[in-house]
């Protein structure tokens, strides 16, 4: 079955304490992308990636990183988390150029207390 | 740059009532996609529609119906005969395609509650 898969669901953490949320698809997509949804804003993007080491910065990269190593994976890094940073985040993957078939995981829903 | 506008943040309807949720787009691209996104409370985002600039084409799918309209630039989604179970946030979203294309842009959402 195609999917994109996001690890954990749900998670509930502390100020500083560094955490990764895993990102993987099964469709050989090239583009990858991280978005965050918060009540009143919408999605917004955080980063993307075109391919296997092509990472750029979204709308609000600002606390996040990404990487990029192999083609199914797109780990979102958050190094030290900070309050303003609790929020529901989508992973997103689609054939390059092709956004019109974008594929979104479950979503992870972040605490940061 | 691009920007989509869902002017109506909450809506509160009856059951069987017809409800508008309204979607205004922004972009300098002459193609492009529009997209609506249902998110029901379990959180996830489902997919119910995409139209491309070339198609303007209105579509009615059961319940719901698209009205594209590249005049206003608007893309405006109706549910005929509200249920329940159409209570949920819904997104608007614009993707220009091909070239620099980067992301979705998405509108701020409406939640919609439909009660008995």
């Known amino acids: 079955e195609a999917q994109v898969t996001q690890n954990p669901r749900y998670l509930i953490t502390v100020t500083g304490k560094k955490l990764t949320v895993t990102c993987s698809q099964n469709?050989?997509?090239?583009?990858m992308s991280w978005y965050r949804q918060d009540p009143g804003l919408g999605l917004r993007q955080i980063y993307y990636?075109?391919?296997?080491?092509?990472?750029d910065k979204g709308d609000v990269p600002e606390g996040y990183k990404v990487s990029r190593k192999e083609k199914r994976n797109f780990p979102l890094i958050l190094e030290s988390p900070s309050p303003n940073q609790t929020s529901l985040y989508f992973c997103a993957s689609s054939l390059f150029l092709r956004l019109d078939e974008q594929f979104f995981g479950p979503g992870t829903r972040l605490t940061v207390l | 740059a691009q920007k989509v506008t869902q002017a109506q943040t909450e809506i509160s309807v009856v059951e069987k009532e017809d409800v508008t949720l309204d979607c205004v787009y922004e972009t300098r691209d002459t193609t492009y996609y529009l997209f609506w996104y249902k998110q029901p409370p379990s959180g996830e985002l489902v997919f119910l529609i995409r139209r491309n600039s070339f198609d303007e084409q209105n579509e009615i799918s059961g319940r719901y119906s698209w009205n594209f309209q590249k005049s206003t630039s608007s893309f405006n989604f109706t549910i005929t005969a509200s249920q329940v179970v159409d209570s949920a946030v819904y997104f608007c979203a614009l993707s220009e395609y091909g070239g620099t294309a980067s992301k979705l842009t998405f509108g701020t959402g409406t939640r919609l509650q439909v009660t008995l």
């Open positions: 990636s075109m391919n296997v080491e092509v990472t």
């Open positions: 469709m050989n997509h090239e583009y």
